[in-house]
T-cell receptor, first 110, second 112 residues
Framework: DQQVKQNSPSLSVQEGRISILNCDYT??????FLWYKKYPAEGPTFLIS?????DKNEDGRFTVFLNKSAKHLSLHIVPSQPGDSAVYFC?????????FGSGTKLNVKP | SQTIHQWPATLVQPVGSPLSLECTVE??????LYWYRQAAGRGLQLLFY??????ISSEVPQNLSASRPQDRQFILSSKKLLLSDSGFYLC???????????FGSGTRLTVV
């Protein structure tokens, strides 16, 4: 969906280092944002979320940052593990629907 | 517990043939139901969503249709498949929207 852009189709990171996945959006009405993780031939699974009233949410190795003025959010994974290799989608929410970005394929090298 | 079932897992269909993909949800009532498609190299595209029996909203004009004959059943159909209909189709449900979706395991459709 053009309202949500993940401009990096792929990212390669060494195990133990930080992975940073970025997402930009255009609709200022979005007030809730989720990240999903997807393995090949499987449905996406929920990873982490953030409300627009916050600028950071942390869950274990995963942290999501939201910059509302820039309409930008990012997902940080630290330390990255080979099992994190997957496609990551950001999904802002508006009016009963989530809008998905095109995804970033993360490859964590051992 | 709530579960979502989607079948078949893979499907190979010739161009011009009909399509019917089924999705059912267990353990919840009056869910919002969604059909998404992920084409090769593309993101997840919302095709249809339904907030109740017989209520279908279409997000993009296309060769597909959806129906919700029962509260927890969502069907994706086509009368005549096109090559461009190939992709990975995902059904999803949500009850409290802000908690996000729960996705089915998906159907890999290849139109030949």
């Amino acid at each position: 969906d053009q309202q949500v852009k993940q401009n990096s189709p792929s990212l390669s990171v060494q195990e133990g280092r930080i992975s940073i996945l970025n997402c930009d959006y255009t609709n200022s009405m979005f007030d809730y944002f989720l990240w999903y993780k997807k393995y090949p031939a499987e449905g996406p699974t929920f990873l982490i979320s953030i409300s627009s009233i916050k600028d950071k949410n942390e869950d274990g190795r995963f942290t999501v940052f939201l910059n509302k003025s820039a309409k930008h959010l990012s997902l940080h994974i630290v330390p990255s593990q080979p099992g994190d290799s997957a496609v990551y989608f950001c999904a802002p929410y508006n009016f009963n629907k989530f809008y998905f970005g095109s995804g970033t394929k993360l490859n964590v090298k051992p | 517990s709530q579960t979502i079932h989607q079948w078949p897992a893979t499907l190979v269909q010739p161009v011009g043939s009909p399509l019917s993909l089924e999705c059912t949800v267990e353990g919840t009532s009056n869910p919002n139901l969604y059909w998404y498609r992920q084409a090769a190299g593309r993101g997840l595209q919302l095709l249809f969503y339904s907030v109740g029996i017989g209520q279908i909203s279409s997000e993009v004009p296309q060769n597909l249709s959806a129906s919700r004959p029962q509260d927890r059943q969502f069907i994706l159909s086509s009368k005549k498949l096109l090559l461009s209909d190939s992709g990975f189709y995902l059904c999803a449900w949500s009850v409290i929207s802000n908690y996000g979706y729960t996705f089915g395991s998906g159907t890999r459709l290849t139109v030949v």
